[in-house]
């Protein structure tokens, strides 16, 4: 069974600050991770893709096999950065999506 | 391109009452999958489908039937409305196969069952 786990449910920043928004994954074979972030009230947006190794909107994350953890990064954190965010994880077959329970990321002033 | 398209945004219904919840995809994506919002709780896949005329369970499939007759509608039945599937329902559509495609969401449909 594949499993992702997001400990957080609330982080609180203030602007400026480096933000790290933890995941923790469970699977048996080889994981395609992502991020994907929530604006009040809007439509799930893709954020990152591990396979991709790229930076959007400052925000990095990592593959760490070792660790079985992919935390999104960001070193200065913006008021527009104020959202959710889900870890998810790709694999069991097909192109099922297993999320975790998210993250709200609040950026005070 | 519209990318995911649900209707409708917003519903209430009575407990017991059936509907169907559209999505329509114009991105000939071969995957299609249904989720669930809850706080606290995350996403949860209902049901998905890898193509016209397959559809399979997902995490929470009770209650709910979906069925895939052409590439760009995936539509979600309620068939006998509970207070506890009041919740926020995504629709999401992806490319199948490998490359390591993410989803594309739909903006939601808000549900409350009274």
């Known amino acids: 069974a594949q499993r992702v786990t997001q400990p957080e449910k609330l982080l609180s920043v203030f602007k400026g600050a480096p933000v790290e928004l933890k995941c923790n994954y469970s699977?048996?074979?080889?994981?395609?991770l992502f991020w994907y972030v929530q604006y009040s009230r809007q439509r799930l947006q893709l954020l990152l893709r591990?396979?991709s190794r790229e930076s959007i909107k400052g925000f990095t994350a990592d593959l760490n096999k070792g660790e079985t953890s992919f935390h999104l990064k960001k070193p200065f954190a913006q008021e527009e950065d104020s959202a959710m965010y889900y870890c998810?994880?790709?694999?069991?077959?097909?192109?099922?999506?297993?999320f975790g329970t998210g993250t709200q990321l609040k950026v005070e002033l | 391109n519209a990318g995911v398209t649900q209707t409708p945004k917003f519903q209430v219904l009575k407990t017991g009452q059936s509907m169907t919840l559209q999505c329509a995809q114009d991105?000939?994506?071969?995957?299609m999958s249904w989720y669930r919002q809850d706080p606290g709780m995350g996403l949860r896949l209902i049901h998905y489908?890898?193509?016209?005329?397959?559809?399979d369970q997902g995490e929470v499939p009770n209650g709910y039937n979906v069925s895939r007759s052409t590439t760009e509608d995936f539509p979600l039945r309620l068939l006998s409305a509970a207070p506890s599937q009041t919740s926020v329902y995504f629709c999401?559509?992806?490319?199948?196969?490998?490359?390591?495609?993410?989803?594309?969401f739909g903006s939601g449909t808000r549900l409350t069952v009274v």
């Open positions: 999401a559509s992806s490319y199948s196969g490998a490359g390591n495609y993410g989803y594309t």
């Open positions: 699977y048996s074979g080889s994981p395609e």
């Open positions: 591990h396979i």
């Open positions: 998810a994880l790709k694999g069991g077959g097909g192109n099922k999506l297993t």
């Open positions: 991105m000939n994506h071969e995957y």
């Open positions: 489908s890898v193509g016209a005329g397959i559809t």
